[in-house]
């Protein structure tokens, strides 16, 4: 067999000096390290994707409301009502995610001080989600031409967009206050 291999090797053309020979063996290595940071991009933008997509489902019972789906068939790209409400809800989770990431980055261990960024987040979370969301939309929205309610922005529209901000902000709070408390038990992490 090795009088084969041999005789194989001396019928196969010589290298050309062109080519180094670590060229070759370059190339074979750079694509898995393309595609490995390409899979963490992806899962990256999977991690930050989750959070709003979750709370979509969640909330989802709230666009029987013939007002809400208004507000988002309204809302670019117009007529469309799934991107939309797709779109706003990342969106809405954007303060939660950033509050997460400027914890994790600032505080000094994980326990006890990211615990507190934790329920801070979930608080400023929820007032941004719960009460300035909602205004945008009931004030600020109709100031910018996009009006909405078919019924004319009464008491019971304010009423349902604040109850579905709040119920946005209490799905998107119960993660982190459940880590929160996870942080602060001894040991609890």
Same mark, same amino acid.
């Given at each position: 067999m090795v009088a084969a291999l041999s005789a194989l090797s001396g019928a196969a053309p010589p290298l050309s000096g062109a080519l180094s020979p670590l060229s070759? +063996? &370059?190339a074979p290595l750079a694509a898995p390290a393309v595609a490995d940071a390409v899979v963490g991009w992806l899962w990256t933008v999977a991690l930050f994707?989750?959070?709003g997509i979750v709370a979509a489902g969640l909330c989802a019972p709230f666009l029987a409301a013939e007002r809400l789906r208004a507000l988002f068939r309204a809302l670019?790209?117009?007529g469309r009502l799934l991107p939309s409400y797709l779109g706003v809800s990342v969106g809405l989770s954007v303060p939660y995610l950033a509050g997460v990431v400027l914890t994790v980055a600032r +505080? &000094?261990?994980?326990?006890p001080a990211w615990s507190s960024g934790f329920l801070l987040t979930a608080l400023l979370g929820a007032v941004a989600v719960?009460?300035?969301a909602p205004a945008v939309a009931v004030f600020g929205l109709p100031r910018l031409g996009l009006n909405w309610d078919p019924t004319g922005y009464g008491v019971s529209t304010?009423?349902?967009l604040g109850g579905a901000g709040l119920w946005y902000a209490a799905v998107a709070a119960v993660p982190l206050v459940a880590l929160a408390v996870g942080m602060a038990l001894p040991g609890g992490y």
């Open positions: 070759g +063996a &370059a994707l989750f959070p670019p790209p117009t +505080a &000094a261990e994980a326990g719960g009460l300035v304010y009423l349902l």
